[in-house]
């Protein structure tokens, strides 16, 4: 079946849309809740201090544009904030949740209201989608900064940052290892004092050089003789960004006629000298056609592109894989216009 059918239809299967959250394992799901990938958010036990964010994503599944009218909170430890407001259909939004760990402690419970609307050829309609927000911030324990932020690293570069654990309590209070699932960052513990029931340690983090291009978000938990709470969970954050850039990263086809040629051309541009090895697409490998590939190495390749549009009608989108010589991972590129019905 296909997904994009329009709220109207929707919501004239129900009989009434009732307000309040339905969480995500119930099928029972508005119009509004299906938009959403996470119906609650439980942080879980963090340490005092600790950056305790997360990233609730809204998807347009209909045909009708969707406007966010209203995002808010119900409590001041937590914050709340969209990336863009009006959606189209499968466009998506991010909804960054924030909770203050450096004001509050111990058990803070909250909610993030979202309203929507939509236009419709029969009317306006909208729907208030409740995400309730928990965590557990600890007292014991402080870490300094809040997070492991790596900001924007070079591909092919390597970095390091270091975050301070404090703990007040227990004299024998010990990190006893790390639990990291990223095989691209390289974490490591260090006791620097202890005395009079204060413990504090350091740790630090390596980003490989090997890391893939685009965003870094990860935990590390320190595995802790704490009997209750035995994980404090570090935030690890910032985005490896590509020394080699693709202009224009969606190339305008605009509309087309079955049959019709349009020539474009992509510049692929870095800070040294490469050169590329493969450009590859799948959906529409005949449509598209490309002068034979220099093997020489610069740091700009003006890359030309011929087009004949193919026959059906109706949205036509290709994505292409473009390999550079030397590396696994592949860069990208889309291009997409309308092929116009009749001759």
Not at 11 to 36: D, H, I, P, R
């Amino acid at each position: 079946m296909n997904r994009r059918i329009s709220i109207i239809a929707l919501a004239l299967m129900t009989v009434c849309l009732q307000s309040g959250t339905t969480y995500a394992q119930n099928n029972n799901l508005n119009w509004a809740e299906k938009m959403f990938s996470d119906l609650k958010v439980d942080f879980g036990t963090v340490a005092r201090g600790a950056d305790t964010r997360h990233f609730v994503v809204i998807e347009n599944l209909y045909e009708e544009d969707v406007e966010l009218v209203n995002v808010g909170t119900t409590c001041g430890c937590t914050a709340a904030k969209p990336d863009k407001t009006l959606l189209k259909t499968y466009e998506k939004a991010r909804i960054e949740v924030v909770m203050d760990t450096k004001k509050f402690m111990h058990r803070k419970d909250s909610n993030v209201d979202v309203t929507l609307r939509f236009h419709g050829a029969d009317g306006v309609a909208t729907k208030t989608v409740r995400v309730p927000i928990t965590a557990y911030i600890r007292s014991d324990v402080v870490l300094t900064p809040g997070n492991l932020d790596f900001g924007s690293v070079e591909f092919g570069q390597a970095a390091e940052k270091v975050i301070n654990i404090a703990y007040a309590g227990r004299n024998d209070w010990t990190i006893e290892g790390i639990r990291n699932d990223n095989q691209n960052l390289e974490a490591k513990v260090t006791e620097t004092e202890r005395s009079n029931g204060r413990v504090t340690y350091q740790l630090t983090v390596r980003l490989d050089e090997k890391a893939k291009i685009g965003p870094l978000q990860n935990k590390i938990f320190l595995l802790t003789d704490d009997q209750k709470s035995p994980e404090v969970p570090v935030l690890v954050t910032g985005r490896v960004a590509p020394d080699i850039e693709i202009v224009p990263g969606n190339v305008p086809l605009g509309i087309l006629a079955a049959g019709e040629i349009k020539q474009f051309n992509i510049v692929v541009k870095g800070k040294r000298p490469f050169a590329i090895k493969d450009i590859e697409c799948d959906a529409h490998p005949n449509c598209f056609e490309i002068r034979p590939l220099t093997e020489e190495s610069k740091t700009v390749h003006v890359i030309p592109f011929r087009l004949t549009a193919p026959d059906t009608p109706g949205d036509f989108s290709e994505t292409f894989a473009v390999t550079i010589d030397g590396r696994e991972q592949t860069l990208s590129f889309t291009a997409g216009g309308k092929i116009r019905e009749g001759a």
